[in-house]
């Protein structure tokens, strides 16, 4: 069957192989493992900033920035954010091997074409968001983080500036908003099992991964469509100084009604997602 294909069929194939090779590197793998570790931790750090925020026994911004301010603060913190930026740099590159892969079923038809556009748009925003947290990782590393939530007022009040901007800001607010939906509906349908491998793990495994993601992507998902609709308010008032990014988020629910125990939901929710990114780093996804 393989000798009646067409030149340009066999093309395709050889392509895929190589991007399947240039995603499944053992090396590379490796590496990728130290970043979902690091993607693990930097939640479970969240967590924590967001469980003090609760019951008022931290300062700390309860974002990704004050989870990399926390880890650089501890006796050898810097180094293993080095560590830790490899790892992301990794998984980034690991994303943008996808890609490639992607790419070259672009020439299928149908809902094959469809699943590839799809996984190119997933896979580059994912190594858009690794990425963002290497550099992240490495301004902290370095002795030059600062909080995110003043960085980005400054940016979101640069927009609003542009002809238009509010209109930019809204789109940001509107993406925010639905790919937190979007991380709900993982929950509920259980999709998100489709980014691990776990043929290999044993039945208590499965059921202990399968809860955390229940509960790990709703919490990322709520706390993603705050920072939406904080971003949708700063468009509205035209005041950036709304858009507080995630620590905002966490300050927002803190001060909704019983918000020291939703917030503490939120908080164990996001926790429980970073233990599923290392049950993922065991498990890695191959495809």
């Known amino acids: 069957m393989e000798a009646r294909t067409s030149e340009g069929t066999h093309v ?3 392509g895929t192989a190589r991007a399947d090779r240039a995603g499944g590197g053992d090396a590379l793998e490796h590496l990728a493992r130290i970043g979902l570790v ?3 931790l930097v939640h479970l750090l969240v967590a924590w900033l967001a469980l003090q925020l609760a019951w008022g026994g931290g300062g700390g911004s309860a974002d990704q920035s004050g989870a990399m301010g926390t880890l650089a603060a501890q006796p050898f913190g810097k180094a293993l954010l080095w560590v830790l930026a490899v790892g992301l740099v990794a998984l980034a590159v690991w994303q943008l091997a996808e890609v490639l892969r992607y790419r070259t079923r672009l020439g299928a038809s149908g809902d094959a074409k469809k699943k ?3 996984g190119i748009v997933k896979a580059v925003a994912k190594a858009v968001v690794y990425a963002v947290l290497a550099v992240t990782a490495v301004r902290f590393a370095s002795g030059g983080g600062t909080s995110s ?3 980005q007022q400054q940016t979101v009040g640069g927009v609003l500036g542009w002809p238009g901007g509010r209109v930019l800001v809204g789109i940001a607010a509107l993406v925010l908003i639905g790919v937190g939906a979007y991380h709900v509906r993982k929950a509920v349908r259980s999709s998100f099992l489709k980014e691990i ?6 039945a208590g495994e499965r059921r202990v991964i399968e809860r955390l993601g229940q509960v790990g992507y709703p919490a990322k998902g709520v706390a993603l ?3 939406g609709g904080l971003f949708g308010w700063a468009a509205i008032t035209f005041d950036p100084a709304k858009a507080s990014g995630l620590d905002g988020a966490m300050r927002t629910i803190l001060d909704a009604p019983a918000g020291r125990w939703l917030l503490t939901l939120v908080a164990l929710g996001i926790a429980a997602f970073g233990v599923f990114c290392f049950f993922r780093a065991r498990y890695p996804q191959r495809t």
């Open 12 to 14: 395709t194939t050889s």
């Open 149 to 151: 939530s003043g960085q």
């Open 116 to 118: 590839a556009v799809t």
């Open 197 to 202: 491998d776990i043929a290999q793990a044993s």
């Open 38 to 40: 690091a993607y693990g």
């Open 225 to 227: 469509a705050v920072v």
